[in-house]
């Protein structure tokens, strides 16, 4: 089982609408959690770190259950350039990340 | 801000070369990591070093070597090249002392395509 489980989709958002998406995670253990942004071909950069309380970035909105063991991430008001795949990411004790397959968003005019 | 170099960007080599890809950290960042990511795969941790020396060891194949010099700059060499070696190598750093030590920045990646 892979420790990081996401639904890759694709999930076709119409510009303007609101999109969510969750992850689980297996290891209890993991400390510390991320959405990373990923474009075709391109590097994975840091969108937000995910506390326990859950945290806003502008149209980005975060949340951690440690007891259910999953992330979401809700993305409001969609824009055309919000077009990526979406990798949620854990980190263990030993600073390693372990990434999902990501879930790829493609909004639509 | 500066941020992660990665050279080269792009490299072809034939089975059985060797080839080192290069990592240079974003500044006063001390700790490296190594990621591989193949064709629709996500990434893949490989190996990391903090201050020098080795930190954490993920799948990297004994075929491949790791260090990191003392102004931080990371190198990955890999010898005895396969098909399957072909993938996006990505480096990433951060700052063991920031507060936000968690946080990883990518660097843009070297494509290595091996034929």
């Known amino acids: 089982r892979k420790e990081v489980e996401q639904d890759p989709g694709p999930f076709n958002v119409p510009e303007g609408a609101t999109v969510a998406f969750n992850c689980t995670y297996s290891?209890?253990?993991?400390?510390?959690f991320f959405w990373y942004r990923q474009d075709c071909r391109k590097e994975p950069k840091l969108l937000m770190s995910?506390?326990?309380s859950g945290n806003e970035d502008g149209r980005f909105t975060a949340q951690l259950n440690r007891a259910s063991q999953y992330i979401s991430l809700l993305i409001r008001d969609s824009k055309l350039s919000d077009s990526a795949t979406y990798l949620c990411?854990?980190?263990?004790?030993?600073?390693?990340?372990?990434f999902g397959k990501g879930n790829q968003v493609v909004v639509i005019p | 801000a500066a941020g992660v170099i990665q050279s080269p960007r792009h490299l072809i080599k034939e089975k059985r070369e060797t080839a080192t890809l290069k990592c240079y950290p974003i500044?006063?960042?001390?700790?490296v990591y190594w990621y591989q990511q193949g064709p629709g795969q996500d990434p893949q941790f490989l190996i990391s070093?903090?201050?020098?020396?080795?930190?954490d060891k993920g799948s990297i194949p004994d075929r491949f070597s790791a260090q990191q010099f003392s102004d931080y700059h990371s190198e990955l060499n890999m010898s005895s090249l396969e098909l399957g070696d072909s993938a996006l190598y990505f480096c990433?750093?951060?700052?063991?002392?920031?507060?936000?030590?968690?946080?990883?920045?990518f660097g843009p990646g070297t494509r290595l395509t091996v034929t």
């Open positions: 995910v506390y326990s």
């Open positions: 070093f903090y201050e020098k020396m080795q930190s």
């Open positions: 290891n209890s253990a993991s400390q510390s």
């Open positions: 990411v854990v980190k263990r004790g030993n600073n390693r990340l372990a």
């Open positions: 990433a750093s951060s700052r063991a002392t920031s507060g936000r030590e968690d946080e990883q920045y």
């Open positions: 500044p006063r960042h001390d700790t």
